[in-house]
């Protein structure tokens, strides 16, 4: 057993092998519970104003009596979210979850062109969006499957006064709300008045179930539905909170939620593992806003945080950020793109308080590995498998690897997708029959079982810890009519990990640097848009003709 999984010996003390899934019968069974365990307690706030655990309940029932009762939704019905961090996004996600539907999380960034496709290929019926990007679905709504819209400001859930000032100072001050016109959208709060007193029908679920549709590249391409069922869910809850242990204390926890709830770490780290812990849930809806963000940090006494690692290095060189008070914060989880040894060390010592470094996919709802939050420092490592997961690190010929030799990262878990929505192929791809998943990231594991991850197989650019996929910026970049031949990779940036750089060939002798950004700025979401554009008379190639990408990466100066 010590051989197959060398980490169970180092497991933090009172972290259990295994976790049982058939405690719970879905997310719905978990979030209930912690409704009534926790009723009087805060659940959620942002920009001041509060909601207990027993108002979530409240309103949530509100919204899946609305969505069932008006709108005739059912079992499996997808529904799209397209909301930033706000009060909003919970009632809105347990709402749907309770009435028996499928979430589809919806970057509010995306261009018309994205989130037509994300609107599309999931068949969504119905989508929550906030007014400050309801031009950009006004644009393609007509051309989806979309018959119900429910629209909100960001004020709408603070109170009449300070709501309305808001709402006011973003549209017309701001002007961060574009006009828009969408026929026959509902505004959210009349959604929750039409929900009447909440009564709607209990939908039995299943572990099977479909509980999100997280929108991913996974390994190529344009963007799939990773299926993650409830059972999917329950299990990455419970091994996350197997793994905090008697870290975190029910009921007294406050987690500063400022990665956006619709990323699948986000999600299931803060918005279902501490809620099933009873904690509250400081949502921060504009992190870019750095000075702001350390504004709202001052006003709490935050116990936990989580974010990636340009979030932290962008905290640490914030002024006032190092004279806040950080003696009750004792757990600091970064995931979504590798943390950097200088930002971990510089953590540690402005807050005391170490940053344990994690791993995880969209595909496995998301967490594989993680540090011991007990760690006395930072260690270059993603950490150790989780309760009930298996890691191997394997050969290109699909062998198993001894410790310290470098291969593909497979995971095994009751947390891994059910695979890519409608998608059998792509499915097959990436998971064995006979359950591995194929992470497409190089790693190698050490005699303890810590897990090192050296490169990544895939071409997969890492923008702040979102995906960006060569592939789909290729074809749109190709689109354009002066532009031959073109080439995305990765560059490291000190601020996001990496960013985008475009090699071009020209069709047209006149293209600019300035234009061609300009069509990116238009068709692309932010993340993904060239920092950087090189023109060049011709890409390397294969001999059947593919362009080497790793060539053009290798060919840049080093950092």
């Avoid at 799209?80 to 961090?85: D, E, G, R």
């Avoid at 499928?102 to 995306?110: E, G, I, K, Q, S």
């Avoid at 709504?141 to 819209?149: D, W």
């Avoid at 001052?298 to 290095?313: D, E, I, S, W, Y």
Wanted: proline share 5%; net charge negative.
């Amino acid at each position: 057993m010590s051989e197959q999984r060398p980490w169970l010996a180092h497991y933090p003390a009172g972290v259990p092998e295994t976790i049982d899934v058939q405690l719970y019968t879905s997310v719905v069974a978990v979030i209930e519970e912690a409704f009534e365990r926790f009723r009087h307690r805060p659940a959620f706030t942002n920009f001041g104003r509060e909601l207990s655990y027993g108002d979530i309940d409240r309103l949530s029932a509100q919204f899946a009596a609305y969505l069932q009762n008006d709108l005739g939704l059912g079992k499996g019905d997808r529904i799209a979210i397209m909301l930033p961090n706000v009060l909003q996004y919970p009632i809105a996600l347990f709402g749907a979850l309770r009435a028996g539907l499928t979430v589809v999380n919806t970057n509010p960034m995306y261009t018309a062109r994205e989130l037509k496709h994300q609107l599309e290929d999931s068949g969504a019926a119905a989508i929550v969006v906030l007014d400050n990007f309801a031009a950009t679905l006004q644009k393609v709504v007509a051309e989806t499957e979309i018959k119900h819209v429910v629209t909100t400001g960001i004020g709408d859930m603070l109170g009449l006064a300070k709501g309305a000032l808001i709402n006011f100072v973003l549209k017309h001050v701001k002007k961060m709300v574009p006009d828009y016109h969408i026929d026959g959208a509902v505004r959210f709060r009349d959604a929750l008045s039409r929900g009447g007193d909440g009564r709607f029908d209990r939908v039995e679920l299943a572990h099977d179930d479909l509980a999100f549709l997280q929108y991913t590249g996974g390994t190529t391409g344009v963007a799939k539905g990773a299926m993650l069922s409830h059972g999917n869910m329950i299990a990455n809850m419970l091994q996350a909170s197997a793994w905090i242990g008697d870290q975190a204390t029910p009921g007294e926890e406050v987690i500063i939620t400022a990665l956006p709830l619709y990323h699948i770490f986000s999600l299931t780290a803060n918005g279902l593992v501490f809620m099933r812990l009873g904690g509250l849930n400081v949502l921060i809806t504009n992190p870019r806003d750095m000075p702001g963000f350390v504004k709202e940090l001052g006003k709490v006494h935050f116990t936990a945080l989580t974010g990636v690692n340009t979030l932290f290095n962008g905290l640490l060189n914030t002024p006032g950020f190092g004279d806040l008070d950080f003696s009750r914060l004792h757990l600091t989880l970064g995931g979504g793109m590798a943390v950097q040894r200088a930002v971990a060390e510089r953590w540690k010592k402005v807050t005391g308080c170490t940053l344990a470094e994690a791993y995880g996919l969209t595909e496995t709802s998301p967490a594989v590995c993680i540090n011991p939050l007990d760690l006395a420092e930072y260690n270059g490592s993603i950490g150790l498998p989780i309760p009930s997961t298996d890691v191997q690190i394997w050969s290109d010929e699909g062998e198993r690897l001894p410790f310290n030799e470098v291969g593909e990262l497979m995971v095994k878990g009751p947390q891994v997708m059910q695979g890519y929505w409608q998608r059998p192929q792509e499915t097959a791809k990436v998971v064995e029959p006979s359950g591995w998943l194929h992470t497409g990231d190089i790693a190698k594991m050490d005699e303890n079982g810590y897990v090192y991850i050296v490169d990544r197989k895939k071409d997969m650019i890492l923008v702040s810890g979102f995906n960006v996929y060569p592939n789909e910026v290729e074809d749109v970049v190709m689109d354009h009519p002066g532009v031959a031949e073109v080439a995305a990779v990765g560059v490291p940036d000190e601020h996001s990990g990496e960013v985008v750089k475009l090699f071009v060939v020209k069709k047209d002798p006149n293209l600019t640097e300035e234009a061609l950004k300009q069509f990116c700025h238009d068709e692309l979401t932010g993340y993904k848009r060239p920092k950087f554009i090189e023109f060049r008379d011709e890409l390397p190639k294969s001999n059947v003709g593919k362009i080497l990408r790793r060539e053009l990466r290798e060919s840049q100066p080093a950092s």
